[in-house]
């Protein structure tokens, strides 16, 4: 059992009030028991508006800066406890970057080498981090799953060349959606004291979806209602739409780390159970998150805009005062010279989204 799992909880709900506790957490065991306990975020100003809370799971303030590195954390604990990663080891992943983040922050931290696949599409200074922290990277055309020369099938062959080395396999390793039903769910159902009325997250690799979702449902006998969010060129829409009959998916979204083309293992455990699927488009995401920005004092990533647009429309065909939670899976940091660059927007036909009083944020040419 992980230490972050026994060590007293710490009660970090934001409410709007001025007054706060605050207790240290101190970590006995290194960078590992740093990972998880983040504050749950009530996003005030946009709660005001709906007539229901949302809430946001504050994952960027994770060690390496996003929700991934919990399933980094279990995925490294499960290979060593399977016995397939060794002192002196090496882990071998395919990632649009943070879970690499995650992984190479706990390799630093117990002696394991690390190799990153990762398409050559994401931003330069994710693999620039990855390098730095001691990873080698291999940026890769990206492929659809059923080419071999997919960049998941491209790690597992690496993996199994070397001696000692384990493909963490993020997803279809169970281990990822293990890390969300211990570890996120019971934080975010304690943060509220049980009063969550629905759940709403995007997906990559569906280990934070299908884990909280999972958790939530259990511990709520059902009641929690969980709504899986998509950005375009993902199939999870249509999928749980079509009740399982379609993968179809067309188009693409400035979001990083988010939409799949097939259901992974990780997702399908649990995506039965989901209350309905929402599709946002990427116009949508972009006000948000200069809204939460200018509104809220939010910095944040792609996908955690999209997760509260989703949050938001969910909201509101709840009654009155309901909590609706959802995850700012990482910050704006990673990402700052593309969204808030007027050339950038434009040249992805974004920059309309962005109404004239929120231009100030716009500061690369
Ligand atoms: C920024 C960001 N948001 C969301 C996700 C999706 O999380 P999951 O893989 O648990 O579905 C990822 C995955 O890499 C990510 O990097």
Redesign the pocket.
């Known amino acids: 059992m992980l230490r972050t799992q026994v060590k007293s909880f710490i009660r970090c709900v934001s409410t709007n009030s001025t007054s706060s506790t605050f207790t240290p957490i101190v970590s006995h065991n290194g960078i590992a028991d740093a990972v998880g306990n983040t504050p749950l975020i009530k996003l005030v100003k946009l709660s005001e508006r709906l007539g229901r809370n949302i809430y946001g799971k504050a994952e960027f303030q994770n060690p390496g800066g996003?929700?991934?590195d919990r399933?980094a954390l279990y995925l490294i604990k499960d290979a060593e406890d399977r016995g397939l990663l060794k002192a002196g080891g090496t882990v071998v992943e395919s990632?649009?970057?943070?879970?690499g983040i995650g992984l190479a922050h706990i390799c630093r931290s117990r002696g394991y080498d690390l190799v990153i696949y990762i398409p050559n599409t994401q931003a330069q200074s994710k693999i620039d981090t990855l390098r730095l922290l001691g990873a080698e990277v291999f940026p890769v055309p990206p492929k659809p799953f059923e080419d071999p020369e997919n960049f998941n099938h491209k790690a597992k062959r690496h993996a199994e060349s070397l001696e000692n080395a384990v493909w963490a396999n993020?997803f279809d390793n169970l281990a990822?959606r293990q890390a969300?039903i211990e570890t996120t769910g019971p934080e975010i159902w304690r943060q509220l004291e049980g009063k969550v009325d629905a759940f709403t997250?995007?997906?990559?690799?569906?280990?934070?979806?299908a884990?909280i979702t999972r958790y939530l449902k259990e511990v709520s006998n059902g009641k929690v209602k969980s709504i899986v969010a998509d950005p375009p060129g993902s199939c999870v829409y249509s999928y749980v739409t079509s009740g399982g009959k379609s993968l179809e998916r067309s188009g693409g979204s400035f979001?990083?780390?988010?939409g799949q083309g097939r259901i992974t293992g990780?997702?399908q455990q649990d995506i039965d159970t989901v209350d309905g699927a929402v599709s946002i488009p990427d116009g949508e995401t972009i006000n948000m998150l200069y809204t939460l920005l200018d509104e809220e004092g939010l910095y944040l990533?792609?996908?955690?805009a999209l997760n509260v647009v989703a949050a938001a429309k969910i909201a509101k065909d709840l009654p009155e005062n309901s909590n609706v939670v959802t995850?700012l899976?990482?910050s704006g940091h990673k990402y700052s010279d593309r969204i808030f660059s007027k050339k950038w927007l434009e040249s992805k036909d974004l920059l309309k989204f962005i109404p004239e009083h929120l231009h100030k944020h716009i500061v690369y040419p």
Not at 204 to 209: D, K
């Open positions: 996003s929700i991934k399933a990632t649009a970057g943070n879970t993020q990822n969300h997250c995007s997906t990559g690799t569906g280990g934070t979806f884990g979001t990083e780390g988010i990780n997702l990533g792609g996908t955690g995850i899976a990482d």
